[in-house]
C-alpha cells in the first residue's frame, strides 16, 4: 500500500517573513494530517524555514539545486549547501525549468544522480505540452522523461524518488487533468518503470500530480488508484488552500 505524499512547491514567491509566518501556520494545522508533506520555499527562505520545520511533520524541500557539488557556478546552490541547512528534498525537472531555463533531460538527470549520491530525496517532474498532447504524444513525452531522468539510477535507490506529473497545460491555469486523465497517465509511467526496473519498483513507486490542485478537486485526485499525492503551487502559498488538501481525507 503506498502512502500519500503532498507536497508545496513556492516557486518565486514569500520572503524570508512571509515564509516563515506560513511555514509556522503549516506546521500547526498539519501536525495531526497524516500523510508526508514537504514544502519547497525559496532558497533564500530556506535556512529560516528549516528552523521552524524542525521536529515538526513537514520536510523541507528546495526547488532546484546545480548539477555540480561546487566550483565556479556563478548563480547556482549546491546540495552540499542545501544539506548543511536541513533540505531533504530536490525538485528536479520541473517544466519551468525545462521551458524558461532550457533544462534538458540528460541535465537533469546528471542533478538527479547528485542529489541522489548525497543522500537527498528526490521529485523528478515530468509532464507533456499542451501542443504534445494534441499531437498525441503524451504517453511517449512522459515515459521519455522519466527513463532519461532516471537513467543510471540502481533500483536500490528508487525508494528516495517520486516522480511528480505535471502536464505543462494545467500548470496555474486553473485546468486541471480529470482525475481520470491524470490516473491513465500515472499508469503509462508505472508500466516505464516496470519496464525500466520491476513490477516491484512501479508498484511501490510514489506518482504525484500537479497542476491546478486545489481544495475542490484536490479529494477526486487523491482517491485515483494511481494517484499517490500531488505537487501543489498556487495553492501552497496559502494555509486555507494547503492544509484542506493535505487533509483531504479528514
Ligand atoms: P499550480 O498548482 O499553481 O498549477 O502549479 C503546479 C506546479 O507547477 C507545482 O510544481
Redesign the pocket.
Known amino acids: 500500500m503506498r502512502i500519500k505524499y503532498i ?3 513556492w ?1 518565486m514567491h514569500k520572503t524570508v517573513p512571509e515564509a516563515v509566518s506560513l511555514a509556522q501556520a503549516l506546521v500547526k494545522d498539519l501536525a495531526s494530517c497524516g500523510h508526508k508533506i514537504m514544502i519547497a520555499p525559496p532558497f533564500t527562505a530556506l535556512e529560516a524555514v528549516a528552523k521552524t520545520v524542525a521536529s515538526s511533520n513537514i520536510l523541507l524541500g528546495a526547488q532546484n539545486m546545480s548539477n555540480a557539488e561546487q566550483g565556479a557556478h556563478t548563480g547556482e546552490v549546491s546540495v552540499l549547501m542545501l544539506k548543511q541547512i536541513g533540505v531533504k528534498v530536490v ?1 528536479l525537472g ?3 525549468r525545462r521551458a524558461i531555463y532550457g533544462e534538458k533531460d540528460e541535465f537533469i538527470n546528471s542533478k538527479v544522480k547528485l542529489a541522489l549520491a548525497q543522500g537527498l530525496e528526490v521529485i523528478l ?1 515530468v509532464g507533456e505540452t499542451l501542443q504534445e498532447r494534441e499531437a498525441g504524444k503524451a504517453n511517449d513525452i512522459v515515459s521519455g522523461q522519466t527513463g532519461k531522468g532516471l537513467a543510471g539510477i540502481p533500483e536500490k535507490d528508487l525508494g528516495r524518488v517520486t516522480i ?1 506529473y ?1 502536464p505543462v497545460w ?5 485546468k ?1 487533468a480529470t482525475p481520470q486523465d491524470a490516473d491513465a497517465i500515472h499508469a503509462v509511467i508505472r508500466a516505464e518503470l516496470k519496464k525500466l526496473y520491476s513490477a516491484a519498483a512501479a508498484e511501490a513507486m510514489i506518482i504525484q500530480y ?5 481544495p475542490e478537486n484536490a479529494k477526486d485526485l487523491l482517491t485515483m488508484p494511481n494517484i499517490d499525492g500531488a ?6 502559498l496559502k494555509p486555507e488552500t494547503f492544509i484542506p488538501i493535505v487533509c483531504f481525507d479528514k
Open positions: 507536497a508545496g512547491n516557486k525538485i520541473h517544466s519551468e517532474c511528480a505535471e494545467a500548470i496555474g491555469t486553473g486541471n500537479g497542476g491546478s490542485v486545489k505537487l501543489v503551487g498556487g495553492a501552497a
